[in-house]
């Protein structure tokens, strides 16, 4: 009995151990999948909120192949403006002899810059203007030079001669754009730097003032590589600040200083404490921004637009399309063959002058086409224009500039790395009445996702560190104020 009762016996506890050990794979093929499909889940739903950055990379823009071997010389080095009599011999020589072509009756500034008004100018250039005076205004900052990926950075440092006790110093990087200079912010860097003794506050909110000028402007040494655009020039900066000691700062740009200061907020967001602009670029389209175009003029509180909004847009044709296309014809040039335009100006002074000042007029006030002086000496002196062109002038880099906008726009915007990237870090915004476009706040917030202040600035166009230095160091520092109290 016991010999039939026992196989039985064995056959049923081993089948109980199959089915056990059967139970058990289950067990720990649902744990797996469970832990596999939830420990996804918790990828995607981080991947969501992670902050998309554009990747830093390297680059080298020296003449040559990149050297092998050896570390690049990080030092920063004391650097003077100078000039000779033999630059100032060859530019009056230059002026004297340019020929005009005299301007259609009543063209005021419609067909570009006025030529009776230019032999005006011209004269003062020759006869009045002291270029070693204002080489003499320029060196009152300090100027730097430093290597950085194989060309020679120049930048002027200006620091505050008295911080008030407890109070902090804030870095602030300014950068410029075309066809302006590290000039442009002379006016504005006192402000910034000694705001108490202007009146501007009591001193709560001091900057030390960086202004690089971008490679191929200026005393910045231009690449000799192809392909250096606004990202190149951003990683570029963030080395510079490493370099001069900051780990986080403050930046504000407008033209090609806005597009830089941004690629910077999109590449290093954990160095950049805050981005003022006053100017921004939108680049993305679609059929909602043209359905807040169609109804806006009609129910802008529809389409989130002010009336001041509406004020700046409308008619929007005209003031968007046709004026921009009426003051864009040299990016078109610059943007394809930047060189062969570029010869005529780096050879002659006065087409150089008549080629950037023109942009001072119109993109100062858009009212000025219509005067025969295109309003130019009624915001700023001649002293000060000039000496913006002496800068292109003397450094023989006014092709080297044009060339950043082929770097530049020759691509598909909607393909390049910042395009796919938002803006996370505190933003502030100061919109210009005269500027060439008006972004309103809703159209920015759809790249700028953290804006801490929007300003309708009263006056003021392009140039505003150049033209209204105190409206925009009010709104650098009502910015900076907000975002220190977060």
Sequence with gaps: MWQETLPNAWENILSRIRSFEYSQKNVVLVSTATLGVGGMLVYWLRSR?????????????????RPLKGKEDESIRPFKIETSD??????????????????????????????????????????????????????????????????DIHFIHVKPSYVPHGRAVQPLLMVHGWPGSFYEFYKII????????????????????ICPSIPGYGFSEAPHQKGFDTVATARIFHKLMNRLGFKEYYLQGGDWGSRITTNMAQ???????????????????????????MLGAYVPWLVGLSREDVRRMYPFIQKN?????????????????????????????VGLAAYILEKFSTWTDKSFLHKDDGG?????????????VMIYWVTSSI??????????????PSLTADARVGV?????????????????????????????????????????????PKLLAQDIMHFVRKVEQL
């Excluded at 554009?54 to 823009?61: K, Q, T």
């Excluded at 915004?429 to 953290?450: C, D, G, L």
Aim: charged share 25%; hydrophobic share 35%.
């Design 267 to 293: 590449m290093l967001p954990q160095s950049v404490k805050g981005l003022h602009l006053n100017l921004i670029f939108v680049n993305k389209q679609g059929l909602r921004r043209m359905i807040s175009v």
């Design 49 to 65: 909120h992670k902050i998309k950055t554009i990747e830093m990379g390297d680059g080298w823009w020296g003449s040559g192949e």
């Design 424 to 468: 996370y870090v505190p933003t502030g915004i100061a919109a210009f009445p005269q500027e060439i476009v008006h972004t309103p706040h809703v159209w920015a917030k759809k790249i700028f996702r953290n804006i801490i202040t929007y300003s309708y600035m009263p006056r003021g166009g392009h140039f505003a560190a150049f033209e209204e």
């Design 376 to 388: 130019l000496e009624s915001k700023y002196s001649l002293d000060e224009l000039l000496t913006n």
């Design 190 to 209: 006192p402000l910034l730097t000694e705001p108490a003794a202007h009146g501007l506050n009591e001193g709560d909110v001091v900057f030390e003032v």
């Design 399 to 412: 092709v080297s500039s044009m060339r950043f906008y082929k770097e530049n726009i020759s691509k598909d």
């Design 86 to 151: 033999k630059e100032i011999e060859d530019l009056h020589r230059r002026l004297e002899q340019a020929r005009y072509t005299p301007p259609l009756e009543g063209a005021a500034f419609h067909y570009g810059f006025n030529s009776s008004y230019l032999q005006k100018v011209v004269a003062y250039w020759r006869n009045k203007f002291d270029w070693r005076k204002q080489v003499e205004v320029l060196n009152k900052y300090p100027h730097f030079q430093t290597t950085i990926e194989g060309i």
């Design 321 to 349: 399309i046709y004026e921009l296309l009426r003051e864009s014809g040299y990016l078109h040039i610059q943007a394809t063959k930047p060189d062969t335009a570029g010869c005529g100006l780096n050879d002659s002074p």
